[in-house]
């Protein structure tokens, strides 16, 4: 499957036209991983949002000295978004669980495209509250299944 037909079955994507689709793949770059590798090491620099191709990936959180998972997510899944918006380092690891496959795009190269057209930018930041705002939600229902 092509970079754009990925993209637009994304849901993160699910609002751009074919012409913004385009201009996001330009700044696409692919990354394989094979199973069991690290894709991002909590507490490091953030610097891309991940849509899986290809695979699954586990993201994990240390906590009180245990490794908590936080979601298994497979083709189609983007994970690295908070990325997008700050510098602070990365909230949780990512492993590959088996070969994958991934498009990152970088934070520098995305902020060019959005700084150069304002529709996209208004399109894609709607996209990245909504997938907050569903990830915010499932963590509260977790946190409330605890007690």
Known sequence: MDTIAI???????????????????????????????????????????????????????????????????????????MSLVSSFPTSASVTALEDSELLAIGRLDLNVLLNWNPILAAKMWRSFTEMLSVRLRDMNERMLALK
């Open 7 to 81: 993209l637009r079955d994304t849901p993160f994507f699910k609002s751009l036209d074919d012409t913004e689709l385009d201009a996001v793949a330009k700044c696409v770059v692919e990354r394989s991983y094979g199973g069991g590798s690290l894709v991002i090491q909590e507490g490091a620099p953030g610097d891309a949002l991940y849509l899986v191709r290809k695979g699954k990936v586990r993201v994990e959180k240390e906590a009180a000295g245990k490794r908590l998972t936080l979601a298994e997510l497979g083709p189609g899944q983007a994970f690295g978004e």
